[in-house]
């Protein structure tokens, strides 16, 4: 693997957004991914369990303290922030393969729940960088794990940038 030195910057150079998480291991997952990678976890309520949730610390393990995290109160809050940024959007409706798309530093990533996805009409406003995963085609089968997928894109991002600051 290339490296490169991580920026001094405090801008995280990657940031994933989790809008309305509803099952707490995967946002523990997601949340010790981000905190060895350095990139900074959003969390967009309401969410389907508290923070403090023992499955969310369990599979966060001890890596809480190292993780950089921003709570926003609504979709419309987050997006109020942070909307005039480069937004990619994670979904099986995506016409763009997660892979074919180059994440500029600074970037965000949202990820919808678990059970239905992100806001048709914020795919709908984001067509261009609405990204997908490639998957099977069969009927019974929906979607990836959210913790597999954000790995998946978030390595791939950090890849894009010679995953700077990781050995």
């Excluded at 997601?30 to 403090?52: E, M, N, Y």
């Excluded at 109160?73 to 995506?94: C, I, P, Q, V």
Aim: with cysteine; aromatic share 8%.
């Amino acid at each position: 693997c290339r490296r490169q030195k991580m920026s001094e910057s405090k801008e995280p150079l990657i940031n994933i957004v989790l809008v309305e998480p509803e099952i707490p291991p995967n946002t523990g997952n997601i949340s010790r991914t981000c905190a060895i990678t350095g990139a900074k976890l959003h969390l967009v309520k309401p969410l389907g369990f508290s923070i403090d949730d023992k499955h969310v610390k369990r599979a966060g393990l001890d890596y809480w303290d190292h993780l950089d995290m921003e709570i926003h109160e609504s979709l419309d809050d987050f997006l109020e922030k942070y909307g005039d940024r480069k937004l990619f959007l994670a979904t099986t409706h995506g016409g763009v393969c997660y892979a074919d798309v180059l994440y500029g530093a600074g970037c965000f990533i949202l990820f919808g729940k678990e059970t239905a996805g992100l806001p048709k009409d914020l795919i709908a406003a984001h067509p261009d960088t609405a990204v997908r995963i490639p998957m099977g085609d069969h009927p019974d089968l929906r979607s990836l794990n959210l913790s597999n997928s954000a790995a998946i894109v978030l390595y791939e991002a950090l890849r894009q940038h010679g995953f700077p600051g990781l050995v």
